[in-house]
């Protein structure tokens, strides 16, 4: 088989199992804020149980990275898609863990009632399934304008994450006895801003691969 043959069909194979990487956690994201929001400890635990899958891909998509830096010694243009699908699958991998903190917390708070109705948790959540959808489809069609733009939805999250701040902290120092809730949900939302920076880290990756410059979108 040609060597560039070979080549291209690892990228592929390596592009395919990332998409289904980024499949995967945008998912167990959606299903961690579900668990949340109608208090459902089976699909919290599924959510936790679940993280093993997702840590078992991203090192099967890390040793595919190595094999082919190893076997093929790609440059330029080639090598930055390895780099770059590496690094985007850390990214993924580390968000696939903050799901996980999101279901660990609906299981802290078990049934008891909640002190807010959460309406900014799901906003925040959408927002980041966005992020997730344009970030997989900026990278398959190494979509630069697609991965910029990806700023301008974290700047949203980050707008959402500092009212329900302001929002939780009051709650805290007006009734102390909601204090642990009231904690629960903030770091929620700091998981979800958090969510959001990693889409942007993909992004930049994105652009990378693009034009090998190094851009910070968390820029002001």
């Not at 109608?38 to 997702?54: F, R, S, W, Y």
């Not at 009632?113 to 927002?127: E, G």
């Not at 009212?163 to 006895?177: D, H």
Request: glycine share 4%; proline share 2%; with cysteine.
């Amino acid at each position: 088989m040609p060597t560039r043959q070979k080549f291209d069909e690892d990228l592929e194979g390596l592009r395919l199992n990332i998409l289904d990487l980024g499949k995967m956690v945008n998912q167990r994201i959606v299903l961690a804020v579900e668990s949340l929001i109608k208090q459902d400890m089976e699909i919290a635990k599924t959510v936790i149980m679940g993280d093993l899958a997702v840590n078992e891909l991203q090192a099967m998509i890390e040793e595919k990275c190595i094999l082919i830096i190893a076997t093929q010694q790609p440059f330029a243009r080639d090598l930055r898609k390895v780099v770059a699908g590496f690094k985007i699958s850390i990214y993924l991998e580390r968000m696939g863990d903050l799901s996980v903190d999101i279901a660990k917390i609906t299981v802290r708070i078990g049934e008891d009632q909640l002190i807010k109705p959460l309406l900014d948790i799901p906003r925040m959540t959408v927002l980041v399934e966005e992020m997730v959808n344009l970030g997989l489809q900026a990278y398959v069609q190494e979509d630069c304008k697609t991965a910029a733009e990806m700023a301008a939805i974290d700047d949203e999250i980050d707008e959402i994450y500092s009212s329900v701040f302001g929002e939780l902290l009051g709650i805290m120092m007006k009734n102390p006895s909601q204090v642990t809730q009231a904690n629960h949900l903030l770091f929620v939302c700091r998981f979800l801003e958090r969510l959001g920076d990693y889409c942007t880290n993909i992004a930049e990756e994105i652009i990378y691969i693009c034009t090998g410059k190094r851009l910070n979108l968390n820029e002001d």
